[in-house]
C-alpha cells in the first residue's frame, strides 16, 4: 500500500510539469519524428544551397494533451509527422513551440510552430 502511495505521488508531480527547455525539446523531438528535422541553422543554408525546399512556412499545430509533457511532445511528433505528409514533404523545421493554459485548473497543451520542406 505504502509503494502505491509513493507511485502515486511520483506520478501526479511528474504530471504536473506544464513545459519543457528548447535544448530538451531540440533533442527530443528529432527522435520523436520520422520527418527529417533541420535546426534553424541547417535550414537556412540547406535552402540556401538549393538541397531544400519550404512547402508551407509558418504552420501551427495544437496537439492532443498527453499525461506529461513528454506525451504532449509524442503527439505533437505525429501531428508533424502528419503535416509534412500531406504537405508532400520530408522534413521540417521548428519555428517556434508554447505550452497554452486551456483551463482555469491550470491544464496545458503543446502549439508548435514550423515550417515543412521539401529535401534532396
Same mark, same amino acid.
Given at each position: 500500500m505504502k509503494n &502505491?502511495?509513493?507511485m502515486s505521488i511520483?506520478? &501526479?508531480i511528474t504530471s504536473c510539469a506544464t513545459s519543457m527547455s528548447p535544448s530538451r525539446i531540440s533533442s527530443l523531438l528529432p527522435a520523436l519524428t520520422k520527418a527529417k528535422?533541420?535546426?534553424s541553422v541547417q535550414a537556412s543554408e540547406a535552402i540556401k544551397s538549393s538541397k531544400c525546399k519550404v512547402l508551407v512556412h509558418d504552420r501551427k499545430y495544437l496537439a492532443p494533451i498527453g &499525461? #506529461?509533457?513528454r506525451g504532449d511532445l509524442k503527439n505533437g511528433a505525429k501531428g508533424i509527422d502528419e503535416w509534412v505528409s500531406l504537405d508532400g514533404g520530408n522534413a521540417y523545421t521548428l519555428k517556434n513551440y508554447q505550452w497554452l493554459t486551456v483551463d482555469?485548473?491550470?491544464?496545458?497543451?503543446?502549439?508548435?510552430?514550423f515550417n515543412?520542406? #521539401?529535401c534532396d
Amino acid at each position: 500500500m505504502k509503494n &502505491l502511495l509513493v507511485m502515486s505521488i511520483i506520478i &501526479l508531480i511528474t504530471s504536473c510539469a506544464t513545459s519543457m527547455s528548447p535544448s530538451r525539446i531540440s533533442s527530443l523531438l528529432p527522435a520523436l519524428t520520422k520527418a527529417k528535422f533541420y535546426s534553424s541553422v541547417q535550414a537556412s543554408e540547406a535552402i540556401k544551397s538549393s538541397k531544400c525546399k519550404v512547402l508551407v512556412h509558418d504552420r501551427k499545430y495544437l496537439a492532443p494533451i498527453g &499525461l #506529461t509533457t513528454r506525451g504532449d511532445l509524442k503527439n505533437g511528433a505525429k501531428g508533424i509527422d502528419e503535416w509534412v505528409s500531406l504537405d508532400g514533404g520530408n522534413a521540417y523545421t521548428l519555428k517556434n513551440y508554447q505550452w497554452l493554459t486551456v483551463d482555469e485548473k491550470g491544464s496545458t497543451q503543446l502549439q508548435i510552430e514550423f515550417n515543412t520542406m #521539401t529535401c534532396d
